[in-house]
């Protein structure tokens, strides 16, 4: 009762929760999960795309444009090449999800939160499936993003 005379008495009505939650810089109580899981997998998405498009361009798998002449050959293999081919699929379906998040949650928070953890998801891929070695000081960096992101988060949106 107190929340909706407080709402009446600065002249705003009771709106719409995703349209509430986005001017406030929350996310809303009832779209939490759904935030949460189309979150999640745009990270799982976007960093498993990043690591099949390394891939796919890596090895024999490689294919080199020296010249203008060179451009349909790497088209061709472009096109002809299935881990390339998962990849694109992987990014669309990482668009669809972004933008269901982005639905859900303040830009301002979702952007930076989706960088720093597929920064953090794409290493630890990178790592396991690529044998890319990860130094202590990139972990480091990736630790500051991790942190400066938390405050984000924390500092934005009403409970």
Same mark, same amino acid.
């Given at each position: ?13 009771? #709106? ?59 088209? %061709?293999?472009? %096109? ?5 081919? %998962? ?13 269901? #998040? ?20 794409? #290493? ?11 130094? %202590? ?23």
């Amino acid at each position: 009762m107190a929340n909706r005379r407080n709402q009446s008495d600065n002249g705003h009505s009771p #709106a719409d929760p995703i349209e509430e939650a986005q001017r406030t810089g929350g996310i809303p109580r009832g779209k939490r999960r759904n935030f949460i899981i189309s979150f999640i997998l745009v990270v799982i998405t976007a960093s498993s795309a990043d690591v099949l498009i390394k891939y796919s361009v890596s090895g024999d798998r490689a294919f080199t444009v020296n010249s203008l002449s060179d451009i349909p050959d790497a088209a %061709l293999h472009m %096109l002809t090449n299935v881990w390339l081919i %998962l990849a694109i699929v992987l990014i669309l379906i990482q668009f669809v999800t972004f933008a269901q #998040a982005l639905r859900l949650g303040p830009l301002s928070f979702v952007v930076p939160m989706r960088g720093a953890c597929t920064y953090v998801a794409t #290493a630890l891929l990178a790592q396991a499936f690529l044998g890319e070695e990860v130094t %202590l000081e990139r972990w480091g960096a990736i630790v500051v993003i991790l942190v400066g992101v938390t405050i984000i988060g924390l500092t934005g949106g009403e409970d």
